[in-house]
């Protein structure tokens, strides 16, 4: 497995060809003005400490030198370090609500982007605990599965929007259904779920899938976003508003949080209920619950770390460039004269 740290940094390679070019212009106007001295042999014998190879095997140790040196800059990433050990946390799996009534703006800029600011603050201060992310609208999808590396959670989460479900709804019951099976219960390690929807047009019995996960000791917690006396959803267009949604008589559609059904689903998961406002998510209230939670040691995991090659590359350079300074430009005459193969005639 091969990356480079700094791909920027590999732009300098198009300096190769250019410098070749430059190199070989030169060379062949000195060519043409031996030429336009005289005989060729007759002026070489005229400058016979002058070598007319040396200049290439130094311009192409240079030439080498440089492009490792580019690489080298890039910080090859080669291979892998494996490392194993074993944690201590919960698993956390967040089901987020994508349908077209969280593009409201009640809370800014939108329910949903207030939503995943929220949620990367979150992954930010987690630490051995295991999350997961699972998106609905009417139906339910796993977005991320259970995971360590707060990374790629983070990548995963700045992907999702509105357009990423197809069939609208609000199916909660689902979710909360599909976050089951993707627990791992094998571990036995502490789990819950953090609900954040504005509840509305909701369709399946989520009740029942709440208690079904209460069941099995996984607690849901709630986030409400939105407000109850609710806002216009925006019709979005190349990127831009265009417009609010509206009903068949032509009157603009508000979306409410439905926050009676949220307070119910937290009551039935043994969680609590946080209405989220512009400057304070509530996520920090769950946080406090989960952090309550008994950590448990789960299985152990297996990292692996890309290690850094650039050393070989700079050291390379470093080898060449000497190299290169050590070699004349000029010929030695001494060694010129010595001819191992010349046979002399008696």
């Known amino acids: 497995m091969l990356r480079f740290a700094y791909m920027e940094f590999l732009w300098g390679l198009a300096g190769v060809p250019l410098l070749l070019i430059f190199f070989l212009v030169i060379r062949r106007w000195k060519k043409k003005a031996l030429d336009s001295l005289g005989d060729r042999d007759t002026v070489r014998k005229m400058i016979p400490e002058v070598s007319f190879g040396r200049p290439v095997l130094k311009f192409t140790l240079f030439l080498i030198a440089y492009s490792t040196l580019i690489i080298g800059l890039a910080d090859p990433q080669i291979g892998t370090k494996i490392e194993e050990g074993k944690k201590s946390g919960s698993d956390l799996m967040i089901l987020l609500d994508v349908s077209n009534s969280m593009m409201a703006g009640d809370l800014a800029p939108s329910r949903l982007e207030n939503a995943k600011r929220a949620i990367s603050q ?167 619950q989960i952090d309550k939670m008994q950590k448990k040691t789960y299985d152990s995991k297996v990292f692996k770390n890309y290690e850094d090659r650039f050393q070989f590359f700079i050291g390379l350079t470093f080898l060449l460039l000497v190299l290169e300074f050590f070699i004349s430009s000029r010929r030695n005459l001494k060694l010129s004269e010595v001819n191992l193969f010349e046979v002399k005639k008696s």
Do not use: W
């Open 122 to 288: 979150l992954i930010d201060n987690l630490h051995n605990d295991r999350i997961g992310i699972i998106i609905f609208a009417g139906e339910a999808y796993v977005q991320l599965p259970i995971t360590t590396d707060y990374s790629a959670a983070k990548l995963f989460l700045n992907n999702i929007n509105t357009s990423i479900v197809p069939t609208q709804g609000t199916a909660i019951g689902a979710a909360i259904d599909m976050g089951m099976k993707s627990f791992d219960f094998v571990n036995g390690t502490s789990k819950a779920m953090i609900l954040m929807t504005d509840g509305e047009n909701h369709e399946d019995d989520a009740l029942a899938a709440t208690k079904n996960a209460t069941a099995k000791d996984v607690s849901v917690h709630v986030i409400g976003l939105g407000l109850p006396e609710g806002a216009p959803i925006p019709i979005y267009k190349n990127g831009s508003p265009v417009g609010f949604h509206t009903d068949e008589n032509g009157k603009t559609v508000l979306s409410k949080l439905n926050e009676e059904m949220c307070k119910e689903i937290a009551n039935a998961g043994n969680g609590v209920y946080v209405r989220a406002t512009n400057a304070n998510s509530g996520l920090n209230i769950v946080r406090d």
